[in-house]
């Protein structure tokens, strides 16, 4: 178990914040993705439909869901580590996996022509990165 002083210190309270708004953000997207599946697929092929990815959303749709529910995981699981004072690895891991899967979604974007959409993805790539940089800067995981 953490004592208060670790648990409240400044840089613990900045790695639960940072898990927790990686977790609801990739749960969120990564288990709609699950349960509307249909929708989202047919989404997808009509975002993609004049563009090189046409004809692949079947392929990458489970690709980009496992990568959003893996970050989603990892980092709600950091979450519960480090309440219970464990190591904060998980959280480097679900960081790491939640960039990749942004790099993912703003290239599909991106190759789609939509530029806005694109764009709206920078800020939460920013947060894991910014959310990888906390975990790390303690030499979480021996980094």
């Not at 409240?8 to 309270?13: A, K, V």
């Not at 997207?29 to 697929?41: A, H, I, P, T, W």
């Not at 980009?64 to 190591?87: D, F, H, K, P, Q």
Request: aromatic content about 8%; some cysteine; proline content about 3%.
């Amino acid at each position: 178990m953490c004592c208060a002083s670790s648990c409240l210190s400044p840089h613990t309270l900045l790695q639960l914040a940072f898990a927790a708004m990686v977790a609801i953000l990739f749960l969120q997207s990564g288990l709609d993705k699950v349960f509307d599946r249909k929708g989202n697929k047919e989404w997808l092929t009509a975002h993609f439909a004049k563009s090189p990815l046409k004809g692949t959303v079947h392929l990458l749709l489970p690709v980009i869901t496992l990568m959003e529910l893996a970050a989603g995981l990892c980092n709600a699981a950091a979450v519960v580590a480090i309440l219970l004072g464990r190591s904060g690895c998980l959280g480097v891991v679900g960081m790491t996996l939640g960039m990749a899967a942004l790099i993912m979604l703003f290239f599909g974007q991106r190759v789609a022509k939509d530029y806005g959409g694109a764009a709206v993805l920078v800020p939460y790539f920013l947060l894991c990165a910014a959310g990888l940089y906390v975990f790390t800067l303690a030499g979480t995981c021996g980094l």
